[in-house]
C-alpha cells in the first residue's frame, strides 16, 4: 500500500513539475571508445574524461580522442579516473596492479608501488587522493600507495569500495556486504558502525552535511550530523516515495548547484530530488535517457550534469526553469498574462479562461467565475486583482482552491489592455479609453485607432499602441480625459502593422514592439518625439514578431517574439546596442506574450506553449564564464606521428612549416554554438579571423621566423571571450639564410674571386712571358734557318752559275734566293702568317737545298686545296728544321742519287698534319756519321721546334711524331716526321 501512495505520489509531482529535461547524447558513433560508461572526471582545463571498459575518451568540446588498445590499454574495466596531477590523467582498471596515464595526449602505463589493485580514488579536500582496495585503505602519490592504519588485524579483507569526507573530521567507507564505517580521519580511530552489512556503491556528501549511501538492493541510505552521537550508524528518514526504490541499486549521487540531488540507478534511470522543496522527479527512457541503468553521474563546473549509462554517454543542459502547460492542468497553453497573488502561486490568463497554479500545494485550479472566458489582462493592485475579459472588468479573489468573482464592471467596446494610473485604473479598447475613478467606469473617446497596450512615462504622459500602428501620447487632465499631445511610430507612413506593446524607460524613450517589423524606440527631442532606433532580424532580434517587452533595468530590456526571449543591452549615451537571445540559453523558441518579473531575479512568461519560470535572463552563466581556450594538438603536415608539446613554445625547423593546430573550449552548456577568432601575429594573418565553427587551424609554408598564434572564443551570444589563448611559434632560419652562412658564402666568394684574379694575372703573366719566349724563339729559329752555312753555299751555287757565264740560271736561283730571304724576314714580324704563304717559303727553300746538294735527291710536296686556299695561320716555317734535318742527316749521305723527300700538308678535322718522309740512311746511322757537335746542334734545333709546337698549340698533346722507317729485311729504310698543328 505505501508502494502504491508513493508511486501515485510521485505520478502526481512529476505532472505538475513540468521541468523541460535537454539531453545531448553521445556514443561511439560521436567518437566514444564504447557506450558503456563507468567513470567521469573533468580535468583542471575543464576538458572531460569518460572510462569504458574498452578504455578512455577525451572531449574537449571540440572533439573526441580515444586511449583503447591501439594506444596501449590492456585490461577490461576502467574503475575510476581523476586528475592526480595538472595534465596528468591517471585511471585504474579492473585488478591491474598498474596505473594508467595520459599525459600530453600519450597513454602511458605505471606500475603500483604496493601493488595492490585501486577499485576507487578519492580526492580529499586538500588535495590528496586516498585509495580503495580490497585489501584496505591507502594514501596514493606518484603511484605509490602508502596503508591507512584501518582495518588492521582483520582476518578477512576490507573490501573497499568508496570513502568521501563527512563534516570536518570524518570519513565514511563503503564496503562489499560489510559494515558502514565511520573513522577519525586524524586518528584514524573507527567512530560508528552499521550494525547491518551492505554493498555498497556510491558514496556522497551534499552541502546540508548529510551523506547519502547507494546500495546495492538496499535502494538509498542517508546520514546526518545525530548519526554518530551513538556507535551504532543511525540512518536518516527519507520521503516516502523513496520506498518505492527500496530494492533498486543506486550506483551514483551528485548534487547540482540548486541544490537538487541527483541519483542515478540500475533499471529506473535517474531520480531528480531537492530535499528543501520535496520536488521529486524519475527520469526514464520515457523522458529522454538512452537507457534506465545509469552507473555514473558527473556534475561539470557549468553545474551541467553528465549521465553515464549502458547505453551511451548524456548531457543534461540542467537550467531549473519550468513550464505549466495544458499537460499540468492549464485550461490551454496560450497565457498572455500572469500575476502572482497574495495566495501564492501563479494565475494566467488566456482565451480559454483563467487557472491558478500553487507550485507548493502540487495543485492548478482553473474556472472562470464570469461569462467572458477570454481574459487578455490581468493586474494586482494592492491586495486587489483585476481581470480585464474583452466586455467586463472583473475584480476577483482567491479562496482556497477557487478563484472568486467580488465585482464585474459591464463594458462597451471590444477591451484588450489596461494599467495603473495613480489611484486608478486605465482601459484601452476599440477608439476608447475608459477610467475606473471612485468604484465607477468613465469611458472616454478618442479619434486614434483600436489601442492594444498603454505606458505612462515619467512626465505623466499616457503612451498608446494602436491595432493600426499608431503611436500616441496624451495630456491626462484633472478630470481623467485625455488630451492629445503627439502622433508618432511608424504607422504615419502608412506601414501595415499593429503595435502589441509599449513601454517607457527612465530616460524618456519610448520602446514600442510590432507584431511583423520588430522593435522601434522614440527619443525625446524638445517638444517632439523622433524615431531613433529600429530593431528586426537583421540586428540580431531572434523574430521580427515581438510582442511582450519589459524593462529588467536601465540598460537591459527584454522583447518576446515569435521565436523565444532576446535581451536589448542598451547604452545609455548613445543609440549603440546589442542583441542577445536569451532562449538560446534556455532551449525554447516558442511565442512570448507578456514578460513579468517574478520573485528574486526570477522572470514568468507567458507563451503559446504555457506559462514558463526562468529562474533569470540566465545567460548569467555565459556573462561569468570567461570561455577559456587551450591548444589541444599540434600536427606536422609531413609527419602526423609527430608529439609536440604545446603547454611550452614550439620549435621548428624550417622543413617544419606546414602544420595543424587544434583547439578547444571546454564549455559544455551549448558547445557546438561556440565559435573562434584566430590571428597570427608575425605572419601573414595577422589580423584577427572571422569566427567559424572550427577547432582548428592551418598553416603551410610559413616563412622562418617567430609567430604568435592568438585565440579567441565567441559564445552563443557572439560575445568575445575576454581569455585568450596564445601560442609561441618558432620556424628555424634555413642555413643558406643564416648570417655565419652568409658570411661564409661571402668570404668563399671573396677567395674565389681573388683565387681568380690571382688566376687572371698569371694567365697574362704567363701569356706574357710566351709571347716573349715565341719572340724569343722565332728569333733564334730566324738565326737557324739564316744560317752562314745556307747563305754561303746558296751564294756560292749562284756564283758558280756567275762564273759559268751561265745568266739565265744566275738570275733565277738570285731572284729565288732573294724570295726566301724577303719572305723569311717577313715572317719574322709576327707569330703566325698564312699556311700558302709559307708553304712557299718552304718550296723556295727546299729548291735552293736542292740547288746546293746538285741534285742528289728529289722532292715531291703536296698540300690539300683548303689548306692552300683557306685562311689558315701556323707559325712561320714550323716544318723547316724537320725538311733540314732530313736533308742533311738522311739524304746527304746516300751514295746514289736515288734519296728521295716527300712532303705532304694534309687537313683533318681541324688539324693540320705535316708527315715529312725520306728514304735517307735513318737516324742511327745519321748519328755514327756525325760528330757531336752536329748532333748537339741537332738536338738543340729539334727542342727549339718542339717549344714552338707545343706554344702554338697551347692544348698540349703530340707535338712531333718521328719514325723509323725499316724494309722487309729491317734494314734502316728512312724517317717519317708527323708534325701537328691545331688550327
Known amino acids: 500500500m505505501k508502494w502504491l501512495v508513493a508511486s501515485v505520489f510521485c505520478l502526481i509531482v512529476n505532472a505538475v513539475v513540468g521541468q523541460q529535461l535537454h539531453f545531448d547524447t553521445y556514443t561511439t558513433s560521436n567518437g566514444l571508445v564504447a557506450n558503456e560508461i563507468r567513470c567521469i572526471t573533468q580535468a583542471a582545463n575543464g576538458f572531460m574524461y569518460f572510462g569504458t571498459p574498452a578504455g578512455v575518451t577525451a572531449y574537449d568540446g571540440n572533439r573526441f580522442r580515444k586511449y583503447n588498445y591501439h594506444s596501449g590499454f590492456l585490461h577490461s574495466l576502467v574503475q575510476d579516473i581523476e586528475e592526480v596531477a595538472p595534465g596528468d590523467i591517471a585511471f585504474f582498471a579492473t585488478a591491474a596492479r598498474t596505473s594508467y596515464h595520459i599525459r600530453n595526449q600519450r597513454l602511458s602505463t605505471d606500475t603500483l608501488i604496493g601493488g595492490q589493485p585501486v577499485r576507487s580514488l578519492y580526492k580529499a579536500r586538500d588535495g590528496s587522493f586516498f585509495a580503495c582496495t580490497e585489501d584496505g585503505l591507502y594514501r596514493y602519490e606518484r603511484d605509490k600507495l602508502t596503508r591507512i592504519p584501518v582495518y588492521e588485524g582483520q582476518e578477512d579483507k576490507p573490501e573497499l569500495n568508496c570513502m568521501t569526507e563527512w563534516l570536518d573530521s570524518f570519513v565514511v567507507i563503503g564496503r562489499s556486504f560489510l559494515s558502514i564505517d565511520v573513522f577519525n580521519k586524524y586518528t584514524w580511530q573507527l567512530v560508528s558502525s552499521s550494525v547491518a552489512p551492505y554493498f555498497v556503491r556510491n558514496l556522497f556528501a551534499d552541502s546540508h552535511g548529510k551523506v547519502w549511501i547507494g546500495c546495492i538492493e538496499k535502494g538509498v541510505l542517508c546520514i546526518d550530523r545525530n548519526s554518530v552521537e551513538v556507535s551504532r550508524l543511525q540512518f536518516v528518514s527519507l520521503p516516502a516515495f523513496f520506498e518505492a526504490y527500496s530494492t533498486t541499486e543506486f550506483r551514483s549521487t551528485v548534487e547540482d548547484k540548486q541544490g537538487n540531488l541527483w541519483l542515478g540507478t540500475v533499471g529506473k534511470g535517474l531520480i531528480r530530488y531537492h530535499p528543501a522543496s520535496g520536488r521529486f522527479q524519475q527520469i526514464s527512457s520515457a523522458n529522454g535517457l538512452v537507457g534506465n541503468t545509469v552507473f555514473v553521474l558527473y556534475a561539470d563546473r557549468e553545474d551541467n550534469l553528465w549521465i553515464g549509462s549502458n547505453n551511451g554517454l548524456q548531457k543534461l543542459v540542467y537550467k531549473d526553469w519550468l513550464l505549466y502547460s495544458s499537460r499540468d492542468g492549464l485550461p490551454a497553453d496560450l497565457v498572455l498574462d500572469v500575476i502572482e497573488p497574495d495566495g501564492g502561486g501563479f494565475v494566467t490568463a488566456g ?304 622543413d617544419q612549416s606546414s602544420f595543424t593546430i587544434d583547439f578547444a573550449s571546454p564549455g559544455f552548456v551549448n558547445e557546438r554554438a561556440l565559435r573562434y577568432m584566430y590571428r597570427l601575429q608575425g605572419g601573414r594573418q595577422s589580423s584577427w579571423s572571422e569566427p567559424t565553427s572550427s577547432g582548428s587551424v592551418t598553416f603551410s609554408n610559413l616563412p622562418p621566423g617567430k609567430f604568435l598564434l592568438e585565440v579567441k572564443a565567441m559564445d552563443i551570444n557572439n560575445r568575445l571571450s575576454t581569455a585568450t589563448a596564445a601560442l609561441s611559434i618558432n620556424v628555424a632560419t634555413p642555413f643558406w639564410q643564416r648570417a655565419w652562412f652568409l658570411l661564409l658564402v661571402l668570404l668563399s666568394v671573396g677567395l674565389i674571386v681573388y683565387l681568380l684574379i690571382r688566376r687572371r694575372v698569371a694567365n697574362i703573366r704567363r701569356q706574357a712571358a710566351l709571347k716573349q719566349k715565341v719572340a724569343e724563339t722565332e728569333m733564334m729559329a730566324l738565326r737557324a734557318q739564316m744560317n752562314p752555312h745556307f747563305i754561303f753555299n746558296c751564294i756560292s751555287s749562284i756564283d758558280n752559275f756567275i762564273q759559268d757565264n751561265d745568266r739565265e740560271n744566275a738570275s733565277g736561283w738570285l731572284n729565288k734566293f732573294a724570295r726566301l730571304i724577303r719572305n723569311i724576314l717577313d715572317s719574322s714580324k709576327t707569330d703566325s702568317i698564312p699556311f700558302w704563304k709559307d708553304w712557299e717559303t718552304l718550296r723556295l727553300y727546299i729548291e735552293l737545298e736542292q740547288l746546293r746538294s746538285d741534285g742528289q735527291y728529289s722532292v715531291e710536296l703536296e698540300a690539300d686545296d683548303a689548306l692552300l686556299n683557306g685562311h689558315y695561320r701556323i707559325p712561320p716555317l714550323i716544318a723547316q728544321p724537320y725538311i733540314e734535318n732530313a736533308i742533311h742527316h738522311g739524304l746527304k749521305h746516300r751514295r746514289d742519287r736515288e734519296g728521295k723527300l716527300h712532303i705532304e700538308a694534309l687537313l683533318l678535322d681541324g688539324v693540320l698534319e705535316y708527315r715529312i718522309t725520306d728514304n735517307g740512311i735513318g737516324r742511327t746511322a745519321s748519328a755514327a756519321l756525325n760528330g757531336v757537335n752536329k748532333l748537339r746542334h741537332n738536338s738543340y734545333g729539334m727542342q727549339m721546334s718542339r717549344e714552338r709546337i707545343a706554344l702554338f698549340n697551347e692544348q698540349g698533346g703530340q707535338d712531333a711524331v718521328i719514325t723509323d722507317l725499316y724494309d722487309e729485311a729491317g734494314a734502316a729504310s728512312g724517317t717519317m716526321v708527323r708534325v701537328i698543328l691545331f688550327v
Open 351 to 654: 482565451y480559454s479562461g483563467l487557472a491558478w497554479i500553487r507550485p507548493q500545494q502540487k495543485t492548478v485550479t482553473w474556472n472562470t467565475p464570469f461569462e467572458d472566458k477570454t481574459v487578455n489582462c490581468l493586474i494586482k493592485k494592492g491586495n486587489t486583482c483585476y481581470a480585464l475579459s474583452s466586455h467586463t472588468l472583473n475584480v476577483l479573489s482567491f479562496d482556497r482552491d477557487m478563484i472568486r468573482l467580488i465585482r464585474s464592471y459591464p463594458l462597451r467596446g471590444n477591451y484588450r489592455t489596461m494599467i495603473a494610473y495613480k489611484d486608478n485604473l486605465l482601459l484601452g479598447g476599440d477608439n476608447v479609453l475608459a477610467v475606473l475613478h471612485d468604484d465607477r467606469v468613465q469611458e472616454n473617446s478618442l479619434a486614434s485607432g483600436p489601442i492594444n497596450c498603454m505606458t505612462v512615462d515619467r512626465n505623466g504622459i499616457l503612451w498608446t499602441g494602436s491595432k493600426d500602428n499608431t503611436v500616441c501620447g496624451y495630456q491626462m487632465t484633472e478630470l481623467l480625459q485625455p488630451q492629445l499631445l503627439y502622433t508618432a511610430g511608424h504607422g504615419i507612413d502608412g506601414v501595415a502593422d499593429e503595435v502589441h506593446s509599449i513601454l517607457a524607460d527612465k530616460q524618456g524613450r519610448i520602446w514600442y514592439s510590432t507584431v511583423l517589423h520588430g522593435l522601434y524606440m522614440l527619443k525625446p527631442d524638445g517638444g517632439e518625439f523622433l524615431e531613433g532606433l529600429h530593431l528586426s532580424i537583421q540586428g540580431g532580434m531572434s523574430d521580427n514578431t515581438c510582442r511582450g517587452l519589459l524593462l529588467y533595468n536601465d540598460t537591459t530590456l527584454l522583447a518576446g517574439t515569435g521565436a523565444g526571449l532576446d535581451r536589448v543591452i542598451i547604452s545609455l549615451s548613445s543609440n549603440r546596442y546589442s542583441v542577445v537571445p536569451v532562449s538560446t540559453y534556455y532551449d525554447f523558441s516558442s511565442t512570448v506574450y507578456t514578460i513579468k518579473p517574478g520573485k528574486g531575479r526570477s522572470l514568468l512568461l507567458g507563451t503559446e506553449s504555457g506559462l514558463m519560470q526562468l529562474p533569470g535572463i540566465a545567460t548569467d552563466k555565459q556573462d561569468a564564464r570567461r570561455l577559456p581556450v587551450y591548444f589541444t594538438s599540434f600536427s606536422l603536415l609531413n609527419n602526423a606521428d609527430s608529439v609536440i608539446d604545446v603547454n611550452r613554445p614550439v620549435h621548428l625547423s624550417y
